[in-house]
C-alpha cells in the first residue's frame, strides 16, 4: 500500500504496488500514519519526498469502493467519508516541520493531484504522466478545501481554468508553463526521483528549524490552513 523509509535526512514515503494508488480508507489511513512517523522522527535538516510505483502517482479517490455502497445515498455517504478522511492527510503535509517534495512518476489525477500539489515542490516527467482533475467530467463538487488548495497554489486564473473547467489532462511541459509544478525535465521514473533526491540533499544541508519551516509555510496560506484548522504561531529559537 504504502511505505516510509529513511535515507540519512530523507524520508521517502512511496505509494506501493503497480495499480492506480487510489485513496480507499485504508490507504488514506496508512498515508496519515505514516506522515505522522516522518513528523515524530524529524530532526533539523530533515526531507520529505513521495514517489510511487507504476504508471500511476495516484488516480484519486477509490470511486468503485463508493460505488460499491449498493445505493445513490451509500455512495454519497463513502464519498464524504474519504473527503473528510482525506482532509487531514493535507493537513499533515502542510504541518510536516521539513521541505516536502513529489515526484510524480506517472498520471495524477484529481485527489491524487490534490496530494501532489500538498508539497512544497512537485516535479514531473517530460515522458509520460498527465495531471487530470476529473470532477467537472464525472460531474462531482469540488470540496472547499480542494478549491481553496488550488486558488492558493495556482497563481493564475487561467491555469485553474485549464486544470478545473476543461477537463484537460495537462502534460509536463504545460504544467510547468502553467505554473503547476516546478519541474518537467525527467524521461524515465529514475531521473524524476534523482532529481527530486538531489533537491532533497540541498535542502536537508540548510538544516533548517523544521517548525519554523512548518509556520511559514503555514502563514503563506492562512485560507486554506484555515480550513484545515492549521495555525501558524509558535514559540522557537534561531
Same mark, same amino acid.
Request: hydrophobic content about 45%.
Given at each position: 500500500?504504502?511505505?516510509?523509509?529513511?535515507?540519512?535526512?530523507?524520508?521517502?514515503?512511496?505509494?506501493?504496488?503497480?495499480?492506480?494508488?487510489?485513496?480507499?480508507?485504508?490507504?488514506? #489511513?496508512?498515508?496519515? #500514519?505514516?506522515?505522522?512517523?516522518?513528523?515524530?522522527? !524529524?530532526?533539523?535538516?530533515?526531507?520529505?519526498?513521495?514517489?510511487?510505483?507504476?504508471?500511476?502517482? !495516484?488516480?484519486?479517490?477509490?470511486?468503485?469502493?463508493?460505488?460499491?455502497?449498493? !445505493?445513490?445515498?451509500?455512495?454519497?455517504?463513502?464519498?464524504?467519508?474519504?473527503?473528510?478522511?482525506?482532509?487531514?492527510? @493535507?493537513?499533515?503535509?502542510?504541518?510536516?516541520?521539513?521541505?516536502?517534495?513529489?515526484?510524480?512518476?506517472?498520471?495524477?489525477?484529481?485527489?491524487?493531484?490534490?496530494?501532489?500539489?500538498?508539497?512544497?515542490?512537485?516535479?514531473?516527467?517530460?515522458?509520460?504522466?498527465?495531471?487530470?482533475?476529473?470532477?467537472?467530467?464525472?460531474?462531482?463538487?469540488?470540496?472547499?478545501?480542494?478549491?481553496?488548495?488550488?486558488?492558493?497554489?495556482?497563481?493564475?486564473?487561467?491555469?485553474?481554468?485549464?486544470?478545473?473547467?476543461?477537463?484537460?489532462?495537462?502534460?509536463?511541459?504545460?504544467?510547468?508553463?502553467?505554473?503547476?509544478?516546478?519541474?518537467?525535465?525527467?524521461?524515465?521514473?529514475?531521473?524524476?526521483?534523482?532529481?527530486?533526491?538531489?533537491?532533497?540533499? #540541498?535542502?536537508?544541508?540548510?538544516?533548517?528549524?523544521?517548525?519554523?519551516?512548518? !509556520? @511559514?509555510?503555514?502563514?503563506?496560506?492562512?485560507?486554506?490552513?484555515?480550513?484545515?484548522?492549521?495555525?501558524?504561531?509558535?514559540?522557537?529559537?534561531?
Amino acid at each position: 500500500m504504502c511505505t516510509l523509509e529513511k535515507r540519512g535526512d530523507l524520508f521517502l514515503l512511496t505509494l506501493t504496488g503497480d495499480d492506480e494508488h487510489r485513496f480507499h480508507p485504508d490507504t488514506i #489511513s496508512s498515508v496519515l #500514519s505514516l506522515l505522522e512517523q516522518a513528523k515524530s522522527q !524529524s530532526t533539523r535538516g530533515s526531507v520529505l519526498i513521495t514517489t510511487a510505483h507504476g504508471k500511476f502517482f !495516484s488516480n484519486g479517490f477509490d470511486l468503485a469502493w463508493a460505488q460499491a455502497a449498493g !445505493s445513490q445515498t451509500g455512495a454519497v455517504n463513502r464519498m464524504h467519508q474519504m473527503v473528510e478522511s482525506f482532509k487531514p492527510v @493535507i493537513a499533515a503535509l502542510f504541518d510536516l516541520p521539513m521541505p516536502t517534495i513529489a515526484a510524480l512518476n506517472g498520471h495524477a489525477a484529481a485527489s491524487g493531484l490534490m496530494f501532489a500539489l500538498s508539497h512544497d515542490y512537485v516535479f514531473m516527467r517530460n515522458d509520460r504522466g498527465v495531471l487530470y482533475m476529473s470532477e467537472v467530467d464525472l460531474g462531482l463538487p469540488l470540496p472547499d478545501y480542494f478549491a481553496a488548495m488550488f486558488a492558493a497554489k495556482i497563481g493564475t486564473s487561467i491555469a485553474r481554468r485549464e486544470l478545473l473547467l476543461s477537463g484537460k489532462k495537462i502534460k509536463g511541459e504545460e504544467a510547468v508553463a502553467l505554473g503547476i509544478v516546478d519541474s518537467a525535465a525527467h524521461d524515465s521514473v529514475e531521473g524524476v526521483v534523482d532529481a527530486t533526491v538531489s533537491l532533497g540533499q #540541498s535542502l536537508a544541508a540548510k538544516k533548517w528549524n523544521g517548525e519554523v519551516y512548518a !509556520s @511559514i509555510r503555514k502563514s503563506l496560506y492562512p485560507g486554506l490552513c484555515a480550513m484545515l484548522s492549521l495555525t501558524a504561531k509558535i514559540a522557537a529559537s534561531p
